[in-house]
């Protein structure tokens, strides 16, 4: 029996294919790990700024003298921080152990630590709040550095770490703009109703705790799912017939509310028929960054011209001309791709004398 060996290079390490930004937003797992920083990670701070708020103003108009006052802010600030030294630590261990496993366990510590910081109770509670607040510091300067370290493993290009973290950063501030406005809802709630907030802070801790988990259970039965993007990317298998498409017509077209994501999930399956590429993203893949992130339009369309400028180079559209367009007026971009798009399907169809695609390959 042949057995298939793998190839090493001189230093003796396994050569391997580096992934783009591309093939990492066209898998699961990119959007699994997303989805679970926006709970575990930025969606249970949410909850957890609220409840910090309370707890400030608990101690500020409480019984307690200026000198208490200050002694409880340290501790309970300086608990969070030491929690994120020791959080570096544990996404240390994690990143040399199973990863997806070690991100479900900190989301369940990070929830039973946001519990302890919430609960009420006497005087002595307040060895308990410090230590809830240890704990979600350490979960979450874990969380932190493990998903940027997972996504880090494929090891590609400079765009693959602007794309791949920049659509985190945009998450993480559309939260951080929600958390300002929790917690002023959770602070009228703690003046009325105290134990109501502490309710809706607990159920929220919950529910994102369990959302996020979900997310990442379909990657532990998948295959190979330890080694997330430090192995080779999938193949790309998904494309759709190529049909030349009146460039004007598109363009108007645009301008009807969602059919912009629709020529993008068709676009790129086209492309993929006519260009396959790593450099772009799956169809379903484009259809989703786009819907939740508008600001990639530009890059996803810079993407698709730089495809088809390779295959095709005269004449070549400018990927410039196209992001800015993509920024400021979109079916104008639309018409240039589909344009360009129309001219590779023809000589893709059309044979030359020598019987074969009207273009080198």
């Known amino acids: 029996m042949n057995i298939p060996t793998a190839q090493f290079d001189d230093q003796g390490s396994q050569h391997r294919q580096s992934w783009t930004w591309a093939d990492q937003i066209s898998t699961y797992r990119f959007w699994a790990l997303l989805a679970f920083f926006l709970f575990a990670g930025a969606g249970m701070d949410l909850f957890l700024s609220s409840a910090q708020q309370m707890r400030w103003m608990e101690v500020i108009h409480g019984s307690h003298s200026s000198s208490q006052v200050?002694?409880?802010?340290?501790?309970?600030?300086?608990?969070?921080?030491y929690g994120y030294l020791?959080?570096?630590?544990?996404?240390?261990?994690?990143?040399?152990?199973?990863?997806?496993?070690?991100?479900?366990?900190?989301?369940?510590?990070?929830?039973?630590?946001?519990?302890?910081?919430?609960?009420?109770?006497?005087?002595?509670?307040?060895?308990?709040?410090v230590l809830g607040n240890a704990m979600v510091g350490m979960a979450s300067g874990a969380i932190w550095l493990i998903i940027p370290s997972i996504l880090a493993g494929g090891r590609g290009s400079s765009e693959m770490f602007v794309v791949s973290f920049g659509l985190i950063g945009l998450a993480n501030s559309f939260v951080s703009y929600l958390s300002g406005l929790s917690m002023g809802l959770m602070y009228s709630y703690s003046r009325s109703s105290s134990s109501t907030g502490i309710i809706i802070i607990l159920i929220g801790l919950v529910v994102f705790a369990?959302?996020?988990?979900?997310?990442?259970?379909?990657?532990?039965?998948?295959?190979?799912?330890?080694?997330?993007?430090?192995?080779?990317?999938?193949?790309?298998?998904?494309?759709?017939?190529?049909?030349?498409?009146?460039?004007?017509?598109?363009?108007?077209?645009?301008?009807?509310?969602?059919?912009?994501?629709?020529?993008?999930?068709?676009?790129?399956?086209?492309?993929?028929?006519?260009?396959?590429?790593?450099?772009i993203l799956s169809p379903h893949a484009s259809l989703l960054v786009t819907f939740f992130f508008p600001l990639m339009f530009p890059i996803v369309m810079v993407s698709l011209v730089d495809v088809l400028n390779a295959r095709i180079s005269a004449p070549r559209r400018s990927p410039w001309a196209v992001g800015i367009w993509a920024f400021f007026v979109l079916p104008v971009a639309v018409w240039l791709v589909q344009e360009k798009l129309n001219q590779v399907i023809y000589l893709t169809q059309v044979p030359n004398p020598n019987g074969t695609p009207g273009f080198t390959s």
Not at 71 to 81: K, Q
Not at 120 to 125: F, N, V
Not at 232 to 239: C, E, L, S, V
Request: glycine share 8%; with cysteine; hydrophobic share 55%.
């Open 86 to 129: 020791f959080g570096m630590l544990l996404a240390w261990f994690s990143m040399r152990s199973r990863p997806v496993v070690w991100l479900i366990v900190l989301c369940g510590l990070k929830a039973v630590g946001g519990a302890l910081f919430t609960c009420g109770g006497p005087e002595w509670i307040i060895v308990v709040r």
């Open 210 to 279: 369990i959302f996020a988990i979900a997310f990442l259970i379909p990657l532990l039965v998948l295959p190979n799912w330890r080694e997330l993007f430090n192995g080779n990317p999938p193949p790309r298998g998904y494309a759709l017939p190529s049909l030349q498409h009146d460039p004007i017509a598109a363009a108007l077209l645009c301008l009807i509310p969602f059919y912009s994501l629709y020529w993008i999930y068709r676009a790129h399956g086209e492309v993929a028929a006519v260009a396959p590429s790593r450099s």
């Open 70 to 81: 200050g002694v409880i802010t340290a501790w309970l600030t300086c608990s969070r921080y």
